[in-house]
């Protein structure tokens, strides 16, 4: 495929007018339209004329006379969405450990334009979360693919090269899901005083042949894990895991020293900043202001629920830009109407934009707004654009260890592309190379 005429969002961070070549899942060049010679040893391609292969370079094997010309004139392209931190959608919840109800979810993340996806376990004992991780790893080996080892490698489960995106072994319906990438661990080694909307039975202290034991049944899915750092145990969790997976403060009533620690051990990343945890104050400044001094990773929940829109805008003035990361921490009412629906099997009541408690309406139970919309809600804030596409794409693959593969408009990168008109409605999604709407 060639998407020609849009602005496309580069590596650079901006809007530069360029042409997309994808060949195959894979975006094969990036290069502008009329140049001698394009970047990477291409030649800039006619695309109005459906020049022959020759205007490609020497070595070039793709057929432009077979290939689909998208004219994407007057509009944007920016990379497909990675949510790293959600429970559900479309009437389904990842720790239904269900295969039928994770292939919903994967679809409806697609058709928002969240091409990528790492949901988020709720706090449950290692018996319910064996039995998430064994279904997570299963969808993935359904997919096609060895997770992303094997996407990266060209191998999959049964040795083939092929996977449900690939050329010769396409399946059109798992081709408009989108790709598990991982799995979020928020629970349950949080802190009781900070349980928020998960389930204080299942609360425990960090235990790390636990958590072991649920990497391996996950097939090595577990690219975050959250603690509470001021629980018994967690500093030695984080000396013994830090360089095998993401370690994210969250659900903590841990104080400054006590978080800057943990950032000190190899803790780094902070779960839906500001919520459930204690606030910025002068004399208590709490793991936030610790974040800020230690370059922390920080995830923000902009669904205009969560947040203030002027606390927004301050993350991302006091954050890194390749460290403020979007969720959506969506759950599974997302996309349908109001009523009353579950997370971590509590009841949880809906109405408009805000999901609550049934039992405790004064507390939040995860959004019910996609990452995509989040996206847009935070430009509507005051975040440019630039600014928030880059923390819903490239800073959340490279959060989980995908950032060579997804998250960008560039060669070698899987063609995830979303093409947005001046309003950022969605006019077409690219997925691993396919146009899915």
Excluded: W
Aim: with cysteine; proline share 3%.
């Amino acid at each position: 495929m060639i998407i020609k005429g849009a602005k496309v969002y580069t590596q650079n961070h901006i809007f530069e007018d360029e042409i997309i070549i994808t060949d195959g899942m894979i975006i094969r060049d990036v290069c502008v339209q009329g140049q001698e010679e394009g970047k990477n040893g291409f030649y800039a391609v006619d695309v109005d004329k459906k020049a022959n292969a020759d205007s490609l370079g020497k070595d070039a094997d793709l057929d432009i006379e077979t290939t689909d010309v998208l004219d994407a004139t007057g509009l944007y392209a920016i990379p497909g969405l990675v949510d790293i931190h959600f429970h559900g959608a479309y009437g389904h919840d990842f720790c239904e450990a269900d295969q039928n109800g994770l292939k919903e979810i994967a679809k409806y993340e697609a058709e928002n334009g969240i091409l990528a996806i790492c949901p988020a376990t709720m706090t449950y004992n290692e018996e319910i979360l064996g039995d998430i991780m064994d279904v997570a790893r299963d969808f993935v080996a359904s997919q096609g693919a060895d997770c992303i080892d094997g996407l990266q490698n060209g191998n999959s489960i049964d040795g083939n090269i092929d996977c449900q995106y690939g050329d010769k072994d396409c399946d059109e319906e798992k081709s408009c899901l989108a790709s598990l990438v991982g799995i979020n661990m928020e629970g349950p080694f949080i802190s009781p005083k900070r349980v928020g909307a998960q389930n204080p039975e299942y609360l425990m202290l960090p235990d790390v042949g636990m958590f072991k034991r649920l990497q391996e049944r996950s097939g090595g899915l577990i690219k975050l894990v959250d603690i509470a750092p001021e629980l018994e145990g967690s500093m030695e969790f984080i000396d013994e895991l830090a360089k095998k997976v993401n370690i994210s403060i969250a659900h903590t009533v841990c104080d400054y020293e006590t978080a800057v620690t943990a950032f000190d051990k190899g803790a780094r990343h902070v779960t839906h900043l500001y919520n459930a945890m204690p606030g910025l104050t002068h004399r208590e400044p709490g793991p936030i202001r610790a974040a800020m001094e230690k370059d922390a990773e920080v995830e923000l929940i902009a669904d205009g629920v969560h947040i203030h829109p002027a606390m927004v805008r301050m993350a991302f003035d006091s954050f890194s830009d390749g460290k403020t990361i979007l969720i959506s921490d969506s759950m599974e009412a997302t996309g349908l109407p109001d009523g009353e629906y579950q997370l971590g099997g509590q009841k949880v009541t809906v109405e408009g934009n805000r999901a609550v408690l049934s039992d405790n309406r004064d507390t939040i139970a995860g959004s019910v707004t996609n990452l995509f919309k989040c996206m847009k809600t935070a430009i509507g804030m005051g975040v440019s654009k630039e600014l928030a596409i880059r923390a819903a794409t490239e800073n959340p693959a490279k959060s989980i260890g995908i950032g060579d593969k997804y998250g960008a408009i560039a060669k070698g990168y899987f063609a995830n592309i979303v093409l947005v008109d001046e309003n950022f409605e969605i006019r077409h999604i690219i997925n691993r190379g396919k146009l899915i709407k």
